[in-house]
């Protein structure tokens, strides 16, 4: 069992930045490839951004390229998502998920833990 805690969101305004973080618990966070996925109210979760266990390999969602970066730390068993140049389109609640197989990032029913979700919400 992995145990996952985000946090971080807040409210920012356009143009801003937010850090969020993933710390696990558990079990050691390198065995999984994760994930970082929003909703916003009314709309399916959507993948954001993924990265692989070794952390060389990373892969974005097109909204997101040149804004949004993942980061692992595995020695503190945490993954990261810097989010800079925030729109307001960008309002959701942001879940990381962590995945064994390592195969499909922009499937949410690929991944085996999640998180409970941290708010994030941009006002212009």
């Known amino acids: 069992q992995v145990q996952l805690v985000e946090s971080g969101g807040g409210l920012v305004q356009a143009g801003g930045s937010l850090r969020l973080s993933c710390a696990a618990s558990g079990r050691t966070l390198s065995s999984y490839a994760m994930g970082w996925f929003r909703q916003a109210p009314g709309k399916e979760r959507e993948f954001v951004a993924g990265?692989?266990?070794?952390?060389?390999?990373?892969t974005y969602t097109d909204s997101v390229k040149g804004r949004f970066t993942i980061s692992r730390d595995n020695a503190k068993n945490t993954v990261y998502l810097q989010m800079n140049s925030l729109k307001p389109g960008d309002t959701a609640v942001y879940y990381c998920a962590a995945q064994l197989n390592g195969l499909t990032y922009r499937v949410p029913n690929q991944y085996d833990y999640w998180g409970q979700g941290t708010q994030v919400t941009v006002s212009s």
């Open positions: 990265i692989s266990r070794s952390d060389s390999s990373t």
